[in-house]
């Protein structure tokens, strides 16, 4: 008996420690979750070199772990950050950036002129993802000073800021991780920076687990301090779909979605009262490029502007927003959309859904009944497109237009807009501008961007259009400059190589206890880690 | 069982992957699909995609490309994932324990509950629980894996029982990888904390993925018993005076296990299909992860490799399933006929 109560008690003491081992780790845990802010993206990213890296699925942690020269504000001003001032020399082809002082990398090096002349070789030596706004334009890069480096460009360049500036704008590196790292192979250690980070960020990183989640946590020797509220650790979570975001979101296990979920998610999610729904628009717009080519036609349909305006006022635009898009998208106007941008007008023409309007067209085209077909195919990385292709689809029936619609994924599309032969008529995709150059945004739609090169997939060119943009290239004058990219704008709002239908809106669904949201057009799917906090 | 079988049976089934190499690589080449455009995204020349096509061997002729692809396959070299650029094998070394992780937890709950059930569902012929087995089963292969998926997480989310996704919890320190089944590991390093975590976010992918095999298994069971309790030596055993226990246990199940082993083998090639789906709503980073990211970039390296794999775990389990099959009836002989 006496035994058996010995054992008993035993038992009952192993029971209460490990009951409350558990317990004091449930609080500590608890604890550790008030200072950490974890996010969620759908996907995870190919690799996380900024010097390689073109995609999404990481940006919040990009931008708390790295930093560029300026950053663009939430109105689209340049803010700077490792940069304090720059000046441009009188021709144009020489920008010469003061930089920040007490500034360190996470590998304890100073961040200067020095590490800045070597990331610049490192983005062009490795030539990967963005670095053609370094390697097309950069000359040679000069020490002036210890804090002072002068970039000398092949050509005048004006706005070559606004270049560097931008999601995918130059970002450091630390050169002491690269020394570290890199092998007889791998001279610039990209292979450790696929899935390493290192640079002059607030957070440091801690690890990567594929598959799962990545952790960063606070510099200590960030050069803008630690004063107020911030949070110490961040973990961004690959969680795929969208109804376990918002299963996440609800219980608490996670504080913000970065990227748009599911609109049914969402709406849920606006009715929870401890859950704050954000709808901010971005510079990613959907499109849908218009042929102004006619291959395999029996007569000038596409390449007739009066058809492609036709189609232009044949859209609902306000459907597309009232009725597929809802809280995911805005209203834009033309290809100067948004205020950042050199040239933009805000009394620019907009299209309207006018079908009246359309069916003349048609008639000064030669087409009163319509009496064609013309082939719809959408990327297939939005829910919403297919919706958006049977209503337009129903609006040019309307016309006697018959249109065949279909989508097709990333990989598949690339190769269908590779030739005019095999490109449809119209193509509805997304689009973004890299940074706020206007110059660099229009040139999209120059001869030299057509396919396989880039994405004009329309084929558009036109010989005014074309001289304007050369012009704005060499024009050092910001007056002259933005006249010549708004009169480019004009003949692309005639001509329509593109119906501009809307901007994504970056829904961010979060918890509301989380404080300090910033939000710029320009950084899609990410806020500044920095400045968030916990009420 | 002749070794002569095996080893026949072994060269097959290198027959067979060869073959089923063979028609992946014709396939996922015939997709109009530029897999480089894809990964490398927007912000790219037409010369940085080329210089990509050309390190990742894609400029050159297919059957060029399967030719080296075979060669690589005999130094265990799968090529390179365009997508994360790492060598496949590695990626799959890091995602495959996950998924293995998972069917084994799976196959433990099948095996721990279907053969339980069927047998008590064969001794309880047409009463409540025979009823109740039949529902259940009948659920588990009508309803879609991936609807079960959410609505277990439906049901436990909301009540916050069990984790929902992940494979453990974030503050706990990952276990030092041996194994790379976080349970195992972290029972190897004595990390109590870790075990429970571990164990506990396994248990809704492992019954969701469960939920069909399950549903067979006790179905399988019940009707094979059914089968042998009918049999003459069993009313000999019986009328010798042993208990039912005995009777079931002893004579009868083992002789009713054996047609259970080869809808098993089965089995497992449909729940390795299921992990494609359970892994993304669990936010399970497994070999399905991996493989779905992959098929919609079209990353020829990774998906050869992925399908290789899993191809190559079904027919070895199978090939399990007939030697088990062979040593458990030495009635059957290696050409399948009874013998004399």
Request: net charge negative; proline share 6%.
């Amino acid at each position: 008996m006496k035994r058996k109560c010995k054992r008993l008690m035993l038992i009952g003491l192993v029971v209460l420690v490990a009951f409350g081992s558990l317990t004091v780790f449930q609080a500590l845990a608890q604890t550790e979750r008030e200072k950490t802010l974890i996010v969620t993206y759908p996907f995870e990213p190919s690799q996380i070199d900024p010097h390689a890296y073109s995609e999404a699925e990481v940006n919040i942690l990009m931008w708390g772990v790295y930093e560029s020269l300026y950053v663009y504000g939430s109105d689209g001003s340049l803010v700077p950050v490792l940069a304090t001032s720059y000046t441009v020399s009188e021709d144009g082809k020489t920008y010469t950036f003061v930089l920040r002082e007490g500034v360190k990398f996470h590998t304890g090096e100073d961040f200067n002129a020095n590490a800045v002349k070597w990331n610049v070789e490192r983005q062009m030596g490795l030539n990967l993802g963005p670095a053609r706004y370094v390697t097309d334009f950069v000359e040679s890069v000069e020490v002036v000073d210890k804090y002072i480096i002068a970039f000398h460009l092949k050509q005048p360049t004006p706005g070559y800021v606004l270049l560097l500036t931008g999601n995918w704008g130059l970002k450091f590196v630390s050169p002491g991780a690269v020394e570290e790292h890199k092998t007889a192979d791998d001279p610039w250690a990209h292979e450790w920076f696929r899935d390493h980070m290192s640079g002059t960020g607030p957070y440091k990183f801690i690890s990567y687990e594929h598959g799962q989640h990545i952790v960063v946590e606070k510099f200590d020797d960030y050069w803008g301090g630690w004063e107020g509220r911030h949070f110490d650790k961040i973990i961004e979570r690959i969680v795929p779909e969208s109804s376990t975001q918002r299963l996440l979101l609800e219980r608490g296990d996670i504080d913000l979605t970065c990227m748009p979920l599911e609109l049914e998610d969402i709406k849920a999610l606006q009715a929870n009262p401890s859950i704050t729904v954000t709808a901010e628009p971005t510079v990613l717009i959907f499109i849908i490029s218009v042929k102004t080519v006619d291959v395999g036609t029996t007569g000038p349909i596409m390449s007739n502007p009066k058809v492609r305006q036709a189609l232009a006022y044949a859209f609902n635009y306000d459907a597309v927003i009232d009725d597929i898009m809802g809280i995911k998208g805005s209203r834009i106007s033309d290809m100067l959309f948004d205020p950042a941008f050199e040239g933009y007008d805000p009394d620019h023409f907009v299209y309207t859904y006018d079908l009246e309007k359309a069916k003349e067209l048609l008639v000064e085209a030669g087409y009163p009944n319509g009496g064609f077909r013309l082939d719809l195919m959408w990327l297939a990385v939005f829910p919403e497109y297919p919706r958006i292709a049977q209503m337009y689809q129903a609006d040019l029936a309307k016309l006697g237009i018959t249109l065949a619609i279909h989508g097709e994924p990333p990989a598949t599309f690339i190769d269908r807009i590779a030739k005019p032969e095999t490109t449809p008529d119209l193509v509805l995709r997304p689009r973004a501008p890299s940074n706020a150059h206007s110059f660099d945004w229009i040139h999209g739609w120059t001869k030299s961007m057509w396919p396989p090169t880039a994405y004009n997939e329309g084929y558009y060119t036109n010989p005014a259009f074309e001289v304007l943009y050369e012009a704005a290239t060499g024009e050092i004058d910001d007056l002259k400059r933005a006249e010549l990219v708004r009169q480019a704008a004009r003949i692309a709002s005639e001509e329509v190589p593109v119906i501009w239908i809307a901007a994504v809106n970056d829904v961010m669904c979060h918890t509301s206890a989380l404080q300090g949201i910033v939000h710029s057009p320009w950084y899609m799917y990410t806020l500044w880690p920095y400045d968030l906090y916990r009420e | 069982m002749p070794l002569q079988y095996v080893i026949r049976r072994f060269l097959w089934m290198v027959v067979t992957l060869i073959g089923v190499s063979l028609i992946t690589f014709i396939v996922t080449h015939a997709v109009p699909a530029d897999p480089i455009r894809a990964v490398a995204g927007m912000n790219v020349t037409g010369e940085q995609v080329e210089e990509l096509r050309r390190r990742y061997g894609l400029d050159k002729p297919l059957p060029i490309q399967y030719y080296r692809w075979l060669v690589g396959l005999t130094r265990g070299d799968l090529g390179r994932s365009i997508r994360t650029g790492q060598p496949v094998v590695e990626d799959l070394l890091r995602y495959a324990p996950a998924s293995l992780e998972l069917a084994l937890a799976a196959m433990t709950l099948v095996v721990l509950l279907g053969l339980p059930m069927g047998v008590i569902a064969a001794v309880n012929k047409d009463k409540s629980f025979d009823h109740m087995s039949r529902l259940i089963a009948l659920s588990g292969v009508s309803m879609p894996i991936f609807w079960v998926a959410l609505l277990l997480q439906m049901a436990f989310g909301r009540t916050g029982l069990l984790p929902i996704d992940g494979r453990i919890d974030i503050f706990i320190s990952l276990p030092p990888r041996v194994t790379g089944l976080y349970t195992v590991d972290s029972l190897l390093a004595g990390n109590l904390t870790a075990f429970k975590s571990a164990l506990t976010h396994v248990i809704l992918p492992a019954v969701n993925l469960a939920f069909g095999s399950l549903a067979v298994l006790t179905r399988i069971v019940r009707s094979s018993l059914l089968d042998v309790l009918g049999e003459d030596y069993v009313r000999t055993a019986r009328s010798k005076g042993l208990s039912e226990p005995k009777v079931i246990f002893l004579h009868a199940l083992r002789n009713a296990l054996i047609p259970t082993i080869t809808i098993m083998a089965m089995q497992m090639g449909l729940l390795i299909g299921g992990i494609f789906l359970v892994e993304i709503v669990f936010s399970w980073p497994g070999l399905g992860f991996y493989a779905i990211r992959s098929i919609t970039l079209v990353d020829f390296p990774a998906i050869m490799g992925v399908v290789l794999l899993l191809t190559t775990v079904y027919a070895v389990l199978n090939l399990v399933a007939d030697i088990l099959y062979g040593f458990m009836d030495p009635r059957i002989s290696v050409e399948g006929r009874l013998t004399k």
